[in-house]
């Protein structure tokens, strides 16, 4: 390896201000704390720039949950070191905070910080000095214990508002290196959370998406001790609001009243993701996933009862060591059984310090492919079943502000979470308009908007 001298950044005026570019891979999550650090440094005086433009500093955000992902990691610093080898390269996130030697190792990264270190990058640009390695600020995560408050007023190439409700992990999946990522759960406060919903809808964001790693948890560790179905009650108060969508959310946290709570207010998106991972019992043990297949199922008919029009989504793992090929079609079956609209299909990779690791029966990466490329077969047909279903039917939409780039028409999400072109004036973006659904193709949904 080549150490790279880290950059003084010395003050400039506005016409010559220093750049920073972004490379978020992962998670709405990270997403959302790359605006974070977007904010902050554009508070300092820093311009974003694109991550394909030259830049003084790149920050990459970075995802662990799959071996693919920790290469696509390696190839964002990588290319961020080609565009401007004199740039600061900052590489953080839950990679940074798993394995930062081997990010150390990768030539022309200058700063390696943890998912709690990350917010200390302003003031670690004020005081560093050369270096001849990289600076590594990666500290223990399993002792995080509170969030830090940044407001976000804006999220560029985006129509809705994202809002940080929650980080962390308390469950220990066999497979999952979420939790050495991230740390336990932690939530934020109530009135936090409602400032930054005030914030956003103030702003003009016409919808508001909560994140977390595990968004049920929350307010568990808050004292006193509150509940996420609480919280929505809290944040369906604040005026102005239209759309309130949910991110992820595990079984065991659908209470009666948390189902009550989004059947009895039209602001909150009929459209919700709940993690399933396998259809078979005895691998849902293996995983140490908090639920069985009869829990799931009843779950989805309760949810199908309540909420009528739901888009469900679920994340699937394919080939999880010692999966049979009989279980993989008990999985195949009970997907197939179940109202899901969309699927999220993963296919099995080891996660260096999880227990998975250790598990025999690992399945053939062929095999793993194979069983993959099938469940997404089956959720694309789950999902063209959904979007036909709505075929001669009226829908509202929010018109988002990017035009389809195949077709040039207008593209607008439902709250069920089908995404519908149709032609339109530029106008009509970043509100709600009313379009009748009047083809559906496998690549997409097209229509007409209700009175033009």
Known sequence: MSPQPLPVLAPAPPEGMATVAFATLGCRLNQYESWELQALLE????????FEAPADIYVINTCTVTARADYSDRQAIRRAVARNPNALVVVTGCYAQTNPGAIARIDGVNVILGNQEKYE??????????RVRPLIRVGEISRARTLPAIPVRKFAGHTRAFVKIQDGCQHRCSFCIVPYARGPSRSQPV??????????VEAGYPEVVLTGVDMGH??????????????????????????????????????????????????????????????????????????????????????AAALPDLGLGA????????????????????????????????????????????LPGHVAPAEIKRRTTRLRA?????????????????VELLVLEQRDR??????????????????????LMRGFTTVRVTEVTPERTLGEVVGA
């Open 315 to 358: 994340d699937l793992i394919t080939g999880f060591p010692g999966e049979t090929q009989a279980e993989f079609e008990e999985t195949v079956g009970f997907v197939e059984a179940l109202q899901f609209t969309y699927l999220h299909v993963f296919s099995y990779s080891d996660r260096p310090g999880t227990e998975a690791v250790r």
């Open 121 to 130: 990058l302003v003031r670690l640009l004020d005081s560093v000095k050369q």
């Open 191 to 200: 009135e936090v959370v409602v400032d930054r919903l005030h914030e956003a």
């Open 43 to 50: 508070g300092r005086g820093l311009r974003t720039v694109p």
């Open 378 to 394: 089956l959720g694309r047909m789950k999902q063209l079943a959904f979007r036909r279903a709505h075929l001669g039917r009226e």
């Open 406 to 427: 195949a077709t040039g028409l207008l593209t607008g999400l439902t709250g069920n979470y089908i995404e519908v072109a149709f032609p339109g004036p530029e106008s």
């Open 218 to 303: 929350y307010g568990w560790d808050l004292a006193p001790r509150t509940t996420l179905a609480r919280l929505l009650g809290r944040l369906l108060e604040v005026p102005g609001l239209r759309r309130l969508r949910l991110s992820s959310v595990l079984p065991a946290y659908f209470t009666d009243e948390l189902i009550e709570v989004i059947a009895g207010s039209e602001r909150i998106c009929r459209h919700l993701h709940i993690p399933l991972q396998s259809g078979a019992d005895r691998v849902l043990r293996a995983m140490r996933r908090p639920y069985n297949a009869r829990i799931y199922r009843g779950l989805v008919e309760r949810l």
